[in-house]
């Protein structure tokens, strides 16, 4: 390793320095994983930048906490937090280039990350980018500037490598980390006592996202489609797992439903909510390949801002969103985006599940053997792979 002599969370000889951005809950989650692997490496590794709690537990000096780039969409819910953000990427960019850290590590978040890795890397920092982003799903305009920005991509999904080696991009596919945090055969009746759920009950969770621009778009319809289900199921439990800085507008969300007596709101917990459900109505992201690792039925839902939707839908350039339909090529849970994700609907396709579970065993059994052979697809020890291709960049 480079002996740095600047001075910051970055000084001293001999030790591994790195920096790392990650924008939101899932991308904590990750970079908390990888830091692990890392500090199993070297031990007195020091890394700053911008992340949370996940990654604090191993250390890391947040500068800027993760959810200060945790926006989303193309329309208002960007333009009106555009400039604090790239006033972050401003400072944050000239305090790397003062401190030069031996490796910028991006965790998804490309919209923030790819520009810091372009210039970073153009002032000789290397850089990995953890997570391709989703070119071949849409967007993929953006292999250019991923192959002018990084000088190596941490892949999460197989197929993945050797699409990115075809553009002339050097990655390794190294397993989703949550593959192995999940277990292959989660213990439902220990997540219900931990929640305070009967063995017997039916549970549906909620999980309207981890952004406050899905919380806006989804929470109420979601809690309006758990009032209809609760009509048809009355004993049924709800639960929702809130990101704690966003419990407050869950709850809004829940009272202007009339549900706010109807459901169990929870700190964090979305793992032991996955494993205690029997279904769950889920916004489209990270969060449904949990719920496929749980091996859990779910209706996957989606809405955004009328423009964000405009751009988004001319972009996408395959017919699934939700994670467990494009690793198995085909719709094996139900799909519900924009208009189409109104309460009825939503309701009726969880309806439906609960009904397949009493009357469908078949039908369980071959969604079940599905999720598994997902599983087992994405089971690699990430940590070492991934710690491996950062220390041959961290050696040229």
């Known amino acids: 390793m480079s002996e740095l002599s600047a001075t910051g969370p970055f000084q001293g000889a001999r030790a591994t320095h790195v920096a790392m951005v990650a924008g939101e809950a899932s991308g904590d989650l990750l970079a908390g994983l990888l830091l692990e692997g890392l500090h199993q490496r070297w031990p007195q590794l020091t890394s700053a930048g911008i992340g949370g709690p996940q990654m604090a537990r191993h250390g890391f000096d947040a500068w800027w906490p993760h959810h200060k780039l945790s926006v989303h969409g193309f329309g208002w819910e ?73 000088d190596h991509v941490l892949c999460i999904f197989p197929f993945e490598p050797e699409l990115l080696a075809s553009r002339g991009i050097s990655a390794t596919y190294v397993g989703h980390p949550l593959a192995n945090v999940i277990p292959l055969v989660a213990d439902r009746a220990v997540a219900r006592a931990a929640l305070g759920l009967d063995v017997h009950d039916r549970v549906l969770a909620l999980l309207p996202g981890s952004r406050v621009s899905e919380i806006k778009h989804l929470a109420f319809g979601f809690f309006q489609a758990a009032a209809l289900v609760k009509q048809a199921h009355p004993g049924i439990k709800l639960i929702v797992p ?10 809004h969300a829940a009272a202007q439903a009339g549900m706010q007596d109807q459901v169990q709101i929870v700190n964090g917990q979305s793992h032991a909510v996955l494993a205690a459900c029997d279904v769950t109505l889920i916004a489209s992201g990270t969060a449904t390949l949990e719920a496929a690792l749980y091996k859990r039925p779910m209706v996957i839902a989606y809405r955004m801002g009328w423009l964000s939707w405009q751009i988004m839908r001319r972009k996408q350039l395959q017919p699934w969103v939700g994670l467990p339909n494009i690793l198995s090529r085909d719709f094996i849970v139900p799909e519900l985006l924009q208009d189409r994700a109104n309460p009825r609907a939503l ?24 999720f598994v052979a997902l599983h087992h697809s994405l089971r690699r020890d990430t940590s070492t792979l991934a710690t491996d291709a950062i220390e041959k960049i961290l050696a040229r």
């Open 347 to 370: 309701a009726d396709a969880v309806l439906q599940w609960l009904d397949d579970l009493d009357h469908q065993p078949a039908k369980m059994a071959t969604l079940q053997q599905q």
């Open 242 to 251: 809130a990101v704690p800085a966003l419990r407050g507008a869950i709850e």
């Open 78 to 150: 960007v333009l009106r937090r555009y400039s604090e953000i790239v006033g972050i990427r401003k400072q944050l960019q000239a305090r790397l280039l003062e401190q030069r850290p031996d490796v910028f590590i991006g965790v998804d978040a490309p919209d923030f990350n790819l520009d810091l890795e372009r210039n970073l890397r153009g002032a000789g920092i290397k850089t990995v980018h953890f997570v391709c982003p989703s070119i071949w799903a849409w967007r993929p305009e953006r292999v250019e500037k991923i192959r002018a920005s990084v």
